[in-house]
């Protein structure tokens, strides 16, 4: 499931909200399939989802990684895309996305788990990484699983509305060093927490 703007999550009140609206996109009229994650969560939800649903299990071979794409969930959406482009296009592999020469040049959304740029310095490597459209909680944590097991600097501007409750679960669930640099009402809030 794709993560929405700042204002969706306050729009649909809960998570729990969130999630049953969107998988009522699903249900629309007329035959149609439904691709899924192979996730237990997405089984949990089996019930709600319409059409004829196929689980689609993560793709395995680093294409998210070449495409420069971060974190585990990517390899799932790799994999959605591929699953469709397969059922639109014959022939759609993923030789034509890993080679430019033969199809298009890939490059992640800006702001989007981005990598920017990495530097050593006294022998320790940092990468510096642009997440600016994680504007919801949900991608953001996100984002902080993808760095589960490496030290992070996270800086936090926020309007005092969003919901900081799962963020700040997720900065204490941390195990590595943290920097946690935070901006606005919402980044006080954050900060005292």
Request: aromatic share 4%; with cysteine.
């Amino acid at each position: 499931m794709t993560s929405l703007g700042a204002d969706h999550l306050d729009w649909h009140g809960t998570l729990e909200e969130y999630r049953r609206d969107k998988l009522s996109l699903t249900r629309a009229p007329g035959e149609h399939r439904t691709l899924v994650p192979e996730n237990a969560t997405m089984h949990d939800y089996a019930a709600e989802i319409g059409g004829d649903v196929m689980f689609v299990a993560p793709d395995e071979t680093g294409l998210a990684s070449s495409l420069g794409l971060l974190g585990a969930h990517n390899d799932t959406n790799v994999a959605l895309a591929l699953h469709c482009a397969a059922r639109l296009a014959t022939g759609a592999s993923t030789r034509f996305v890993r080679e430019p020469s033969i199809g298009p040049a890939f490059e992640p959304l800006r702001g989007r788990l981005t990598a920017v740029t990495s530097e050593v310095v006294d022998g320790v490597t940092t990468r510096y990484v642009d997440d600016g459209l994680a504007t919801s909680a949900l991608p953001v944590v996100a984002a902080l699983e993808v760095f589960d097991d490496e030290p992070v600097a996270l800086i936090v501007e926020d309007r005092p509305r969003r919901r900081l409750r799962a963020i700040g679960e997720a900065i204490a669930a941390r195990r590595q060093p943290m920097v946690l640099i935070t901006m606005g009402e919402a980044g006080k809030r954050l900060a005292t927490r």
